[in-house]
């Protein structure tokens, strides 16, 4: 099934799409690598437009607030009007943001070009007002922040590597891992949360190896049970504990994301790149069964919902499927394909036949 054609919505943006976020109540924003920060309704009307000052990374919607990274400042805007509430400059660029128990948590970096190297990171927690309560500044670039059991979580670099636990505000515990190799991604699911490292190991929250690739792990997507790893070679596994349920060899994976349920299983959306084409392909995530794909602009962001998937492409495209109508153009894809495969079995019937 050809995805663009099963699309819900197309917008533009503009500009090359940087991030993207999908709320609980379907609502669509989309950033760009200008500046461009746009909101479209769950109809798809644009409510409103905001100019930020810099490439956008993360976008999130808290109650009346809408919070983004924009170069080396972290921004709230008005969820209702886009107006500018307050921005704040970091010592650094703001590389992530996390909303967490009624606080905003900040990453900035600081690098220098000529050593080719993160020279200092910290972590900022600011109030929804824009105050700031603390900062703690650290050798260690902190390469992923996550939530997971009303704690919140942080997967280091180099030279310390490991794990950061934020127990209480600024109370924080951390965790040494069995692979002595830099946090590069991680991802949550309800039962578990995982790190994926340089050296290929992925690691769970005690800090112990429940597996090793073949490659460094780009991306890490956590399941209910097992994972499905993006590695740095273009490789991607579906796994459950030692046992790889499928894989598929390709170019650079760029995002990937469980998307709705068709039939009770969830779908797996992934975007690659090889430099000058890109495809976006949905499979069925426990069989690796591809759906539906398309070639495609290279894929930035992607966000999802129990009943949405909206991708971001480099060309400013931004498309949005939902299920229901996914699930009806893709089961009339199979219902005129049934037929010819139908035909198909009756000319081999007839050929065998004339050849005895």
């Not at 109508?325 to 081999?348: G, W």
Request: aromatic share 8%.
């Amino acid at each position: 099934m050809d995805l663009v054609s099963a699309a819900w919505m197309t917008r533009s943006l503009g500009e090359s799409v940087s991030a993207i976020h999908l709320d609980h109540d379907e609502n669509l924003y989309a950033g760009g690598w200008n500046g461009s920060l746009r909101h479209w309704n769950s109809d798809g009307d644009l409510l409103w437009s905001s100019q930020l000052n810099d490439r956008i990374t993360i976008i999130s919607r808290e109650g009346e607030y809408v919070f983004a990274t924009a170069g080396l400042h972290i921004t709230c805007l008005l969820a209702t009007s886009g107006e500018i509430v307050w921005s704040v400059a970091l010592e650094g660029s703001a590389d992530s943001l996390v909303v967490f128990q009624q606080s905003l948590y900040a990453i900035s970096s600081v690098y220098d070009i000529e050593h080719n190297d993160f020279l200092e990171s910290a972590i900022w927690n600011f109030s929804f007002d824009g105050e700031l309560h603390w900062v703690q500044k650290m050798d260690e670039r902190p390469w992923v922040a996550l939530e997971f059991e009303n704690q919140l979580w942080f997967g280091l670099g180099r030279p310390k590597c490991g794990l950061i636990q934020l127990i209480d505000s600024e109370e924080q515990h951390h965790i040494t891992t069995s692979a002595d190799s830099p946090v590069t991604c991680g991802s949550t699911a309800s039962s578990q949360i995982l790190f994926g490292h340089s050296d290929g190991s992925v690691s769970d929250s005690r800090g112990k190896i429940i597996s090793t690739e073949e490659s460094s792990i780009d991306l890490l997507l956590a399941l209910e049970k097992g994972y499905i790893a993006a590695l740095e070679n273009g490789n991607m596994v579906r796994r459950v504990g030692n046992e790889t349920m499928w894989s598929s060899k390709g170019e650079s994976v760029t995002v990937q994301a469980k998307g709705f349920a068709l039939d009770g299983i969830a779908t797996h959306w992934t975007g690659r790149w090889s430099g000058s084409e890109g495809v976006l392909q949905v499979r069925n995530c426990e069989s690796g069964k591809v759906l539906a794909s398309a070639s495609c602009s290279r894929c930035e962001s992607i966000t999802a919902t129990l009943n949405r998937v909206a991708v971001g492409y480099d060309n400013g495209d931004i498309r949005v499927w939902e299920a229901e109508m996914f699930s009806r153009r893709l089961d009339n894809q199979n219902e005129k394909e049934a037929p010819t495969k139908r035909n198909s079995a009756l000319q081999d019937k007839l050929r065998a036949l004339r050849d005895r």
